[in-house]
């Protein structure tokens, strides 16, 4: 059975980009249909960043308990209770979705479940299931078209990397147990985040492998070459500039990874599993984008609109490439936003400059801005101030005290350009950093302005203070 659907605008996939493009265009008035092939809120909701801070907010209890007595109280850890951990998971993830629905429901948006591919610039077919999981296909007919189906984990070409006991961001979240053991191939935001949750739960043994020089390797050097240092205090172990060549099975049934270190050496290291977190790539497999003829590459071409090379037809999301799109959750959501907007026709861009990260590691990580290295090249003379978390009294108070916070500044007009921070509540400390870089805001506006005490964020006002040479408590 076909069912036909006119309507003002089609949005393809229901994650951060999707859902959040189809309330606003309901906004502003528009008939919205919306198409999702699986869950609604997309993979950072259902198998990413809810997921896996879940597991994150488990792990910070549990290195609590292991440090009690520090704080001059008696425990005693007994373990983890690793099925409720999945069924507080789910239920979170649950609610969420829920929420999701109720939102478009209200907003009036036509949801259909199914997979869908364009036959005609401004008609998607559509098979999927109805209401009440009958099979069956749409014919959506639409005046402007949103492109936001995500991204999926990426696997590079090496022997035996889709073998049994190897996996992806997302089948880590379904493992039964906690391994024993665990190689990380990949030492970014979603490896680092692992290692530091297994680590934590059972004293789990992990390895991460990066091929890069550093950590975390699109952040400020400072920041992982500090949570290096952090990760090995932990007993993580880190191996930097080496690359993985071959993954083959023990007589034990575990994981051997054959690679080679950063003095060129071949070793090999077992675990019970093996995690590939080493990126992502953005999904346009069955859009069926050359009969339309919208241009891409790894991802669709779009401009600061939002727009493809076909009229009326935008993208948005980690789908996208030609932008610096950094596969954000919230970044997606603005972009879908943004090109709403456009197709129902106000004129916006969007802007790339003051994108905040944040890292749910041990200890967060957190930025926004320039980095040391890019500030130099784009302006030359600049300033930098730091500021250690154990010049914090309420860091020492909370027992988190390593890290510290970094200030850059233009120096000829002491404008603040970038904020890097690896410490307690980095990912939460970072909002002043954003606020200050995107509103252009100079050293002098961030100082005059009273800081608590004790408070974290303090050190920001510190380290602000230290890039014109006079911290107070350093």
Request: proline letters at 5%; charged letters at 25%; glycine letters at 10%.
């Amino acid at each position: 059975m076909e069912k036909s659907i006119d309507t003002d605008i089609a949005i393809i996939g229901g994650g951060p980009a999707g859902y959040v493009a189809a309330i606003r265009a309901s906004q502003l008035n528009a008939k919205v249909v919306l198409i999702e092939k699986k869950a609604l809120g997309g993979t950072c909701l259902n198998s990413g960043c809810i997921p896996t801070k879940v597991y994150i907010e488990s792990a910070r209890h549990c290195e609590a308990l292991w440090e009690m007595p520090k704080f001059g109280l008696k425990s005693k850890y007994l373990g983890v209770d690793f099925p409720r951990i999945h069924k507080r998971k789910r239920m979170i993830v649950r609610r969420l979705v829920k929420g999701i629905e109720y939102l478009l429901k209200n907003g009036k948006i036509e949801v259909l479940r199914g997979e869908g591919r364009f036959i005609e610039p401004h008609t998607i077919f559509v098979t999927g299931w109805d209401n009440e999981s009958r099979e069956t296909a749409y014919r959506v007919t639409a005046k402007k078209v949103l492109i936001a189906t995500g991204s999926k984990p990426i696997f590079v070409p090496i022997p035996g990397i889709d073998g049994p006991k190897v996996l992806t961001s997302e089948s880590i979240l379904d493992i039964e147990s906690i391994p024993k053991s665990l190689i990380i191939i990949g030492g970014g935001a979603i490896g680092g985040e692992f290692a530091g949750i297994f680590r934590c739960f059972e004293k789990t043994e992990v390895t991460i492998i990066e091929m890069l020089e550093r950590l975390i390797p699109m952040e400020d050097p400072d920041l992982g070459e500090e949570l290096e240092s952090a990760f090995k205090r932990a007993g993580i172990a880190v191996h930097t500039g080496s690359r993985v060549t071959r993954i083959s099975d023990t007589p034990t049934g575990n994981k051997r990874i054959t690679f080679m270190d950063s003095d060129g050496k071949e070793q090999n290291i077992e675990a019970e599993y093996v995690l590939v977190s080493i990126g992502r790539a953005p999904v346009i497999e069955g859009l069926n984008l050359d009969a339309i003829g919208i241009k891409y590459g790894r991802g669709i071409i779009v401009n600061n609109k939002m727009e493809t090379s076909v009229p009326n037809i935008y993208a948005a999301g980690d789908v996208i490439e030609g932008v610096p799109s950094p596969m954000l959750a919230y970044t997606a959501s603005a972009e879908g936003e943004v090109a709403v907007e456009n197709a129902l026709g106000h004129e916006v861009e969007m802007s790339y400059n003051t994108v905040p990260t944040g890292i749910f590691t041990n200890p967060e990580v957190a930025s926004v801005g320039l980095s040391e290295e890019n500030a130099k090249t784009e302006l030359g003379e600049i300033l930098v101030g730091k500021f250690p978390f154990q010049g914090s009294g309420r860091a020492l108070i909370v027992g988190n005290y390593r890290g510290f916070v970094k200030v850059i500044l233009n120096a000829k007009t002491t404008e603040i350009v970038g904020v890097h921070i690896i410490g307690p509540h980095a990912t939460d400390l970072i909002a002043e950093g954003a606020l200050a870089v995107a509103n252009h805001m100079k050293a002098a506006d961030l100082i005059k302005v009273l800081h608590g005490h004790p408070v974290l964020y303090e050190t920001i006002k510190e380290a602000t203070l230290d890039a014109l040479g006079r911290a107070i408590h350093k």
